[in-house]
């Protein structure tokens, strides 16, 4: 089992920037990917970013050139720096990890953090 604890939610005004973590504890040798998802009030849940154990990187269309996802392997510890926060990207953000980076693409892989809020709003 492997265990995720997002961190860096908050109030942002717009054009704002956060970074969130997602810290990854328990059976970690495990994981070859991780990402981050939201799901804003009244909407689907929508993936955001992933990164591979190798460092690939892939972006959701809302979110691409805004949002950098990176990782720390020795601390097991991912990261999304959020840049030119606008208020449409308020929402719970989740962080995700596994095995298949394929299962990241259709609806997610087998770990959930429990999600840290972000708010843009002046």
């Known amino acids: 089992q492997v265990q995720l604890v997002e961190s860096g939610g908050g109030l942002v005004q717009p054009g704002g920037s956060l970074r969130l973590s997602c810290a990854a504890s328990?059976?970690?040798?495990?994981?070859?990917?991780m990402a981050w998802y939201r799901q804003a009030p009244g909407k689907q849940r929508e993936l955001v970013a992933i990164?591979?154990?190798?460092?690939?990187?892939y972006y959701g269309d809302s979110v691409g050139g805004r949002f950098a996802i990176s990782r720390d392997n020795a601390k097991n510890t991912a990261y999304l720096q959020m840049n030119s926060l606008k208020p449409e990207d308020t929402a719970v953000y989740y962080c995700?990890?596994?095995?298949?980076?394929?299962?990241?693409?259709?609806?997610?892989?087998?770990?959930w953090g429990k999600g840290t809020l972000v708010t843009v709003s002046s």
């Open positions: 995700n990890a596994g095995r298949s980076v394929v299962a990241a693409f259709t609806g997610g892989m087998e770990y």
């Open positions: 328990g059976s970690v040798f495990s994981i070859n990917a």
């Open positions: 990164i591979t154990n190798s460092g690939g990187t």
